[in-house]
């Protein structure tokens, strides 16, 4: 029963389940950061020095209410999906549907983390610094997220 590819011995369907099953662990991690990133998100404009926030910063706070928005009805998604068609027989379009949406919530929260890291460094020191931090953030989530796993994969050919 084994499908041959990685030495386990699974019918399609185990597969698919077990495939499904780590997408919604991953996207259960995501959840939660999206969540608590929107939830700090949405007290700033309660905060009194709010209002100081030039017109950029303010542009990129607004960026990252709809960000976390989006991240946050993203990780829904699968399940939303799952629970529709269940029962359909349509697992391989269920999980595959999945696996494009983590790609996109990833996306979305790496953009996330690093127009926070902007806007606070904006806000504490200067636009300069603040460039300069979000860069670092950006490359080193363009590595981990990018890079590296193209790396693994090379590594293993």
Do not use: W
């Not at 799952?82 to 359909?88: E, P």
């Amino acid at each position: 029963m084994s499908n041959g590819t990685d030495g386990r011995d699974e019918t399609e369907d185990e597969r698919l389940d077990r495939k499904f099953n780590d997408l919604l662990q991953e996207l259960r991690v995501m959840q939660t950061g999206a969540q608590l990133t929107a939830g700090f998100l949405l007290t700033l404009p309660f905060q009194p020095s709010f209002q100081d926030l030039d017109d950029f910063d303010s542009g990129l706070y607004l960026v990252l209410v709809l960000l976390a928005a989006v991240a946050t009805s993203l990780v829904m998604g699968p399940v939303a999906i799952h629970r529709r068609l269940s029962g359909h027989h349509i697992k391989e379009r269920v999980v595959e549907s999945a696996h494009r949406i983590v790609y996109v919530v990833l996306t979305c929260v790496a953009l996330l983390v690093t127009g926070m890291v902007m806007l606070i460094f904006d806000v504490v020191l200067d636009r300069t610094y603040a460039v300069i931090t979000a860069a670092c953030v950006a490359s080193l989530l363009l590595g981990l997220l990018v890079v590296l796993p193209i790396g693994l994969v090379k590594d293993e050919d």
